[in-house]
């Protein structure tokens, strides 16, 4: 078949290359198009009964992380001019396009009662002109005593005050966002150049959008990183400019084509699928190793250049294949999880993985065949003996210390199990964000003087015959109740609910008394309700806090960003049992209280992440043990080629352990990504072996030295590559980007380890290779050569002279 393949290609190259040129354009077109996502990954399925929760949420009351908060603790700003620099900043932010309400000090309205018509309404309490110093102060102290706004945008405690700019929901998603960011920025370093006063800023919109930008940034750093190193160390190899210049031009063409299927599909670039441009450039520059490497070693020996090019169709094209499908299936198998940005993930990585096996099955060979002949420079790479010494020194150590590779083996592996056990799941809100930014500075800013800002909404419904029982007395004591018990916990800001209003119209009724600030009893709701009835609500605040039935109510509140695992013990252990025991259900009255908001649902995201992906290598396992087995069709041998590279991945997961890094949605992927790439030193090697034990009557000990000192070099040189590839990743901005890059370079070079010393030992010591007539297997089919002569090369007897050293010595 593979022959059949080559006759085409070579015939049929310039065919080819103008189709896969027109495809490039048309892809090109669509990648121009390509988009950054702005929405927050969804980790849930829509289905699951939280995020039908939240939907239905949403669809009641609005968006619950729409807030921008920009917050100062600075003294100076309750001087006369900065007072109103910041109350000039708050204008200038509810101009910006985009911006629903901004809520601030400089502009907070009092509820005043008007006795002559029964009625309440509101006025600023910062008037226009303020006089003087005196006349803020003392405006100041009447702000202070509105308890409906302390401890929400002041802290009473220490001065410091937040302003909250919300965001319409047309904007949350989308680019505009960037734009919006971009004017608050602006409006911001105004006012910090005028008053010498420095802002915090936080809030998912904001934080998400610096996210965006940084993802952008690295996407392109990356791209441009991975190809100059990997290129350099190819042009190294190699010596020649224009073997690197075409194949970067290959690499590029596919890039350009995962891209275009990024939108395709409908997807756009993330945190995860920002990175598989440079995995598709380092896994791109190892075909390309692989296959020009054939070239020239074909060349060198029949010095016929279409022969050679032809060769390597044929001896390269299955290699290349299964190599490429074992990476792609450790890809692929992240479309079994639930997890929209995983599945994207996969999918696009999966497909371009094998596209570039077909590229470069189609372009390298026909590029080449009309390019120059290599000359001896190029061909200089053949003879390549500087890891010689280590490969005997490995060969060696097999044959004779077996017994210690074992015991080290065994060494490894069980002090991995012991770091396995110390592993932990945890991730945050705002994730993979380095403590020293500003970012994480500014959050840590508001979490200090406002217990944070990530949302926690709570939703209570009665479902009773009482007409608008959220009103009635009994239940308000009993959300007060709750609402009391949030504010006691020191991760939690204190709530905001329709009972905030109540109690501020009470405290309005009493003449602005802050001791009155309380909920009415039976006796005053009468009078209170008598004012507040005919109230228009056109600011929407009811709206956004209680149902039209006055059946349903929200309790909203904000919580610092205290990780996965706090959080998940703090709702499910602390909250919903105080919500149990407060709302207590009878025959003729029932109340439901639930937790709900982005938090809750990034808490249980979390954990149908990793068991998604502890599904998903499963699925890799079995797969890539599928492939192995039509590969060679021996159990035993499976067995054999598993236990390395699954060794591999126990030593990552104990140094994860160890070195406390976190298993999450970025940490998690390493194992199915460096599984399938790791098998491939162990097809290679068990290629090269099965090849020489047919060759040498099935003697193990000359078969395993062969295929160590063969497929050695091919597999440390890749492995190499790999890591170089890999490692670049470090020099991120997010953690999580870091950990993947480190500990995947690590796991590479780990496995490039275990396959070369632990594989062919227990070969040696488990293998029993049985002759049978016939006996032909798919692996026989791979071309593993990588340095030296092919094995089944045909001998001239017409060219071996036998010299009789008699006669020449007589």
């Known amino acids: 078949m593979w022959n059949r393949i080559a006759q085409f290609i070579i015939k049929y190259r310039l065919s080819l290359i103008i189709i896969i040129g027109l495809i490039t354009i048309v892809m090109g077109y669509f990648a121009s198009r390509v988009q950054m996502s702005y929405d927050f990954a969804r980790t849930v399925p829509l289905d699951d009964p939280d995020m039908v929760l939240l939907t239905k949420f949403k669809a009641q009351f609005g968006e619950d992380g729409n807030l921008i908060a920009v917050g100062v603790k600075d003294s100076g700003v309750y001087t006369l001019e900065n007072f109103k620099a910041f109350r000039e900043l708050t204008r200038d932010i509810k101009k910006i396009e985009g911006v629903n309400e901004v809520v601030s000090l400089p502009v907070i309205k009092i509820i005043l009662k008007d006795t002559a018509k029964s009625q309440f309404y509101l006025q600023s309490i910062f008037p226009e002109n303020i006089a003087s110093q005196q006349e803020l102060d003392s405006l100041l102290a009447i702000a202070y005593d509105q308890k409906v706004y302390m401890g929400h945008i002041v802290n009473p405690d220490n001065g410091a005050t937040m302003m909250l700019v919300s965001v319409q929901k047309e904007y949350m998603n989308s680019s505009k966002r960037e734009g919006l960011a971009q004017s608050l920025l602006a409006a911001g370093k105004k006012f910090e150049d005028k008053s010498k006063i420095q802002l915090h800023y936080a809030g998912l919109p904001f934080i998400r959008t610096l996210v965006a930008n940084q993802v952008r940034k690295e996407m392109q750093l990356f791209l441009y990183a991975s190809a100059f190193v990997t290129g350099l160390i190819m042009f190294l190899f190699f010596k020649s400019f224009r073997a690197v210049i075409f194949s970067m031009i290959i690499i590029g063409i596919v890039v350009v084509w995962t891209l275009g299927t990024l939108t395709l599909f409908g997807f756009k670039i993330t945190l995860l699928s920002g990175l598989i441009p440079p995995v598709i450039v380092t896994i791109g520059i190892t075909n390309a190793i692989y296959l020009l490497n054939k070239y020239h070693l074909e060349f060198a020996k029949s010095k016929d250049k279409i022969k050679a090019i032809s060769t390597v169709v044929q001896k390269m094209g299955l290699a290349t294949f299964l190599t490429n499908l074992t990476v792609a299936i450790g890809f692929l198998t992240l479309l079994s999880t639930d997890i929209i940005i995983l599945r994207e993930f996969g999918i696009v990585a999966g497909i371009n993985i094998m596209v570039l096996f077909l590229v470069s099955l189609v372009m390298i060979p026909s590029v080449f065949s009309w390019l120059p002949t290599p000359s001896e420079k190029h061909l200089r790479h053949l003879n390549f003996k500087i890891m010689n010494g280590f490969l005997k020194l490995v060969d060696l150590t097999v044959h004779r210390h077996r017994a210690i590779i074992y015991v080290v083996s065994m060494t490894v592996a069980i002090l991995s199990v012991y770091g396995i056990l110390q592993l932990r799941s945890v991730s945050y809100m705002v994730d993979d964000i ?351 050569t990588f340095y030296g002569e092919s094995e089944d090369e045909e001998i001239d007897l017409n060219k071996i002279k036998i010299h009789n050293r008699h006669s020449a010595a007589e």
Request: overall charge positive; hydrophobic content about 45%; glycine content about 4%.
């Open 434 to 784: 380095p403590e020293e930014s500003q970012i994480k500075k500014d959050l840590h800013f508001f979490e200090a003087n406002f217990s944070g800002i990530m949302p926690l909404e709570v939703v209570v419904e009665f479902k009773t015959k009482k007409r608008r029982p959220v009103l009635d007395v009994k239940n308000m004591a009993k959300v007060d109740e709750l609402e009391n018990f949030l504010d006691s916990l020191p991760e939690v800001s204190r709530p905001i609910s329709v009972l905030s209003l109540i109690k501020a119209s009470k405290q309005a009724f009493y003449n602005n008394n802050p001791a009155r600030y309380t909920l009415p009893s039976k006796s005053e709701g009468a009078f209170i309700l008598r004012y507040m009835k005919g109230q228009t609500d056109n600011s929407g605040l009811f709206k956004s806090f209680v149902d039209s039935s006055f059946t349903k109510m929200r309790i909203s509140s904000q919580i610092a960003d205290i990780g996965s695992i706090k959080m998940d013990s703090l709702v499910h252990y602390v909250i919903e049992p105080k919500m149990k025991s407060i709302f207590v259900s009878t025959e003729k009255d029932s109340v439901t209280a639930s937790v709900t908001g982005s938090t809750k649902i990034f808490i249980k995201g979390n954990k149908f992440l990793i068991a998604n992906l502890q599904e998903s290598l499963l699925l890799a396992f079995l797969l890539i043990t599928l492939s192995m087995a039509i590969l060679f069709a021996n159990v035993r041998m499976i067995i054999i080629s598993l236990i390395p590279n699954l060794l591999a991945l126990m030593i990552t997961a104990g140094l994860m352990g160890y070195l406390n890094i976190p298993l999450k949605a970025s940490t998690a992927l390493i194992f199915s990504i460096t599984f399938g790439i790791s098998v491939d030193n162990s097809i290679r090697f068990l290629a090269k072996y099965r090849q020489e034990i047919l060759s040498n009557n099935f003697y193990i000990p000359v078969a395993i030295s062969d295929a160590i000192m063969e497929t050695g070099k091919s597999i440390i040189y890749t492995s190499i590559v790999l890591f170089a590839g890999f490692i670049i990743f470090t020099f991120s901005s997010f953690g999580g980007t870091i950990a993947l890059g480190l500990l995947t370079s690590v796991t590479l070079i780990i496995s490039m380890f275990t396959n070369l010393i632990l594989l062919p030992a227990l070969i040696m010591t488990f293998d029993r290779p049985r002759k049978k007539k016939g006996d032909r297997k798919l692996i026989d089919e791979f071309d593993h």
